[in-house]
């Protein structure tokens, strides 16, 4: 009996560590007898004792490495560092096992040496310029590259690019300058805008201070036209009464007389008489002997 209870223990000590449950987003590379058998996705999986064994564990989720900044030369001769991204998958584990030895080392070293090449055939401005191009570019180089070892690569994110210290410091310069210089633009602009604006304002009030005036001018000789008009209507209508009241000569005479006084009241010191009005004037003066003498009698 002891025997039994011994052989079932033994039996389970050996049995269950060879139950493997597989987690979601890993695979086990199995091994039997020192050769690939088979990729366990996950689930529950039971492997012989002895015989198989797993050979690696590989997760199935996006892996991001940041890789320490490399010294790459550009067209123009520039030494700057530039430290990159990557952004990869393992889709095969087979592959990923047995495809090549140290596989992230491998990755950050094909990423470095993928960089001096691109980046040889840019200038410096192009390089800080081109970011995108340069991400596009190391992508598909590392893609196609990684294929044969189970890899994937999603995306490659250029991180900072440091030029030598002289180099910022001219580039500094030169933006100090450019926004001096937009600046200035603007300022310019500005006061062009204003000049614009006061110039405009000014020719707007002088039309309007000159059509005031035309409409003044325009009103008082309305005025004037009108006080004329009226004086010439009542000028007439007093003629048209005098002639309908059927006056004879001597109250024409006493009107003559009366537009004489108004004359001589005002500033003209000679009068013109029309030789007409002499005879009249002639025959007042006889009257007026003729009436002395009868009262000195």
């Given at each position: 009996?002891?025997?039994?209870?011994?052989?079932?223990?033994?039996?389970?000590?050996?049995?269950?560590?060879?139950?493997?449950?597989v987690p979601q987003a890993k695979s086990y590379?199995?091994?039997r007898l020192g050769s690939y058998?088979?990729?366990w996705k996950n689930g529950l999986h039971i492997k012989i004792p002895f015989v198989d064994r797993v050979a690696n564990t590989v997760t199935l989720k996006e892996i991001v490495k940041d890789f320490a900044p490399q010294p790459v030369i550009t067209k123009d001769n520039v030494t700057m560092q530039i430290d990159t991204v990557v952004y990869f998958q393992i889709t095969d584990a087979k592959l990923y096992t047995y495809g090549v030895e140290y596989p992230i080392s491998a990755i950050e070293n094909l990423t470095a040496t993928t960089l001096?090449?691109?980046?040889?055939?840019?200038e410096l401005d192009q390089?800080?310029?081109s970011r995108d191009i340069i991400n596009s570019k190391m992508r598909s180089i590392l893609d196609e590259a990684t294929d044969p070892w189970g890899i994937k690569v999603n995306r490659v994110e250029v991180k900072n690019i440091l030029p030598p210290k002289d180099i910022q410091e001219a580039m500094e310069k030169q933006m100090?300058?450019?926004r001096e210089r937009r600046e200035k633009i603007l300022q310019a602009e500005g006061e062009k805008k204003s000049s614009v604006l006061i110039a405009e304002g000014e020719k707007a009030s002088a039309i309007l201070r000159a059509e005031a005036e035309k409409e003044s001018k325009i009103?008082?000789?309305?005025?004037?036209?009108?006080?004329?008009?009226?004086?010439?209507?009542?000028?007439?209508e007093?003629?048209?009464l005098l002639k309908d009241a059927k006056a004879d000569q001597s109250v024409l005479t006493l009107k003559s007389y009366e537009t004489l006084a108004k004359m001589a009241d005002g500033q003209s010191t000679k009068i013109i008489v029309p030789s007409e009005l002499q005879s009249i004037a002639t025959m007042g003066t006889a009257i007026k002997e003729m009436m002395s003498d009868k009262k000195s009698k």
């Open positions: 009996m002891s025997f039994l209870i011994a052989i079932l223990i033994i039996v389970i000590l050996i049995v269950i560590p060879n139950i493997k449950v590379v199995i091994e058998y088979a990729t001096r090449n691109i980046i040889g055939e840019l390089t800080l310029t100090r300058a450019e009103k008082r000789a309305e005025g004037e036209a009108e006080a004329m008009l009226k004086i010439k209507t009542a000028e007439a007093g003629i048209k």
